[in-house]
């Protein structure tokens, strides 16, 4: 059994969670309330709904997050050896790039800090 997630990949977590909920509210229909039980972080996702193609993107970038070998961890973008499939990270770019440009329309620019793609 994996250890308890730190402050921080919570926060990456959460973060992540957030910005595929935006991407997938303003592009998809046929959204259901999101868990991942495997991942025993249920408690962070109580507001996210997502499609059937933003559930898989968000489980595989969790998934990937939570493997993260790199510590300190920079940013995905600037990793020197990335570990997302090409799609996914194609994917997540896009997904991150439009809800980013939405943060700062709404005046949230604090969780750009935390923008990891
Ligand atoms: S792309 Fe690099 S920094 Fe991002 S999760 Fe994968 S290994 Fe970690
Ligand atoms: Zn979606």
């Known amino acids: 059994m994996r250890r308890e997630p730190d402050k921080k990949e919570k926060r990456d977590i959460r ?5 595929v909920a935006l991407y997938c509210g303003q592009h998809h229909a046929g959204r259901t309330p999101f868990t991942f039980p ?4 249920d408690s962070l996702f109580k507001s996210v709904e ?7 993107l968000l489980k595989y ?3 990937m997050r939570l493997r993260c070998p790199l510590d300190p961890k920079p940013l995905c973008k600037k990793c020197p050896n990335p570990c997302y499939r ?3 990270r ?3 770019r ?14 949230r620019i604090d969780l750009l ?3 990891f793609f």
Do not use: N, W
């Not at 973060?15 to 910005?19: D, K, S, V």
């Not at 495997?38 to 972080?41: E, H, I, V």
């Not at 997502?50 to 898989?56: F, I, Q, S």
């Open 86 to 88: 090409p799609e996914y």
């Open 38 to 41: 495997a991942s025993g972080l």
């Open 90 to 92: 194609d994917k997540i």
């Open 113 to 115: 800090y935390h923008y």
């Open 15 to 19: 973060t992540l969670a957030r910005f």
């Open 61 to 63: 970038g969790l998934s």
């Open 94 to 107: 896009e997904v991150m790039r439009f809800s980013g440009m939405q943060m700062i329309k709404r005046g």
């Open 50 to 56: 997502l499609c059937p193609e933003c559930t898989r």
